[in-house]
Antibody, heavy 122, light 113 residues
Framework: EVQLVESGGGLVQPGGSVRLSCAAF????????MHWVRQAPGKGLVWVSR????????SYADSVKGRFTISRDNAKNTLFLQMNSLRVEDTAVYYC???????????????WGQGTLVTVSS | DIVMTQSPDSLAVSLGERATINCKSR????????????LTWYQQKPGQPPKLLIY???TRESGVPDRFSGSGSGTDFTLTISSLQAEDVAVYYC?????????FGQGTKLEIK
């Protein structure tokens, strides 16, 4: 059974940093592109970033470009999101998501973690 | 960026009746070389992550009840629930995966009338 488990969220001050992790289980992690999606309290889903199977191709939403860094450790089956220069508007539940088709960029997200809440506040 | 707009924002339907949610993209998400629409539908219940319902605009994910169907092409898409069940109360999102950023619609909240 595919399982994605996020961790690392919490309360952080504006301008601060936090590193999210997403541990993957039940599938061959290094075959799949992975994504981060966020959801502010009571709001809709917003795509944040994606990374290809070996970490050589990365893309970001404009709102986080230059502040967030996505990475992965295929030996540890873990996806990361390093979040720097955090703003109040970055407050959200952050989900990691796996694409449905192995080796494919263009694919729906068929598995999602439960999410981890990041609250940016002084 | 491809802007995705859903309608309506909220919808109340009686049990057993049909529910229809629309999604419009500002530009086509149909890839001509393979004739596939890069459009997906998710269901999100309170306190839960999104769940994949439909991909390629009309292909039902394994395990999704056949009362859920997707249709449309190019820029106009529809999610239909043929006979609403109580467990279908949720927020529904469309998303394009044609190009980054992979934008979502604003969501449609479905309730029981």
């Amino acid at each position: 059974e595919v399982q994605l488990v996020e961790s690392g969220g919490g309360l952080v001050q504006p301008g601060g940093s936090v590193r999210l992790s997403c541990a993957a289980f039940g599938f061959t992690f290094n075959n799949y592109w992975m994504h981060w999606v966020r959801q502010a309290p009571g709001k809709g889903l917003v795509w944040v970033s994606r990374i290809n199977s070996d970490g050589s191709s990365i893309s970001y939403a404009d709102s986080v470009k230059g502040r967030f860094t996505i990475s992965r450790d295929n030996a540890k089956n873990t996806l990361f999101l390093q979040m720097n220069s955090l703003r109040v508007e970055d407050t959200a539940v952050y989900y990691c998501a796996k694409v449905a088709a192995a080796g494919s960029l263009v694919s729906a997200f068929d598995s999602w973690g439960q999410g981890t809440l990041v609250t940016v506040s002084s | 960026d491809i802007v995705m707009t859903q309608s309506p924002d909220s919808l109340a339907v009686s049990l057993g009746e049909r529910a229809t949610i629309n999604c419009k993209s500002r530009q086509s998400v149909l890839y001509s070389s393979n004739n596939k629409n890069y459009l997906t539908w998710y269901q999100q219940k309170p306190g839960q992550p999104p769940k994949l319902l439909i991909y390629w605009a009309s292909t039902r994910e394994s395990g999704v009840p056949d009362r859920f169907s997707g249709s449309g092409s190019g820029t106009d898409f529809t999610l239909t629930i043929s006979s609403l069940q109580a467990e279908d109360v949720a927020v529904y999102y469309c998303q394009q995966y044609y190009s980054t950023p992979y934008t979502f619609g604003q969501g449609t909240k479905l309730e029981i009338k």
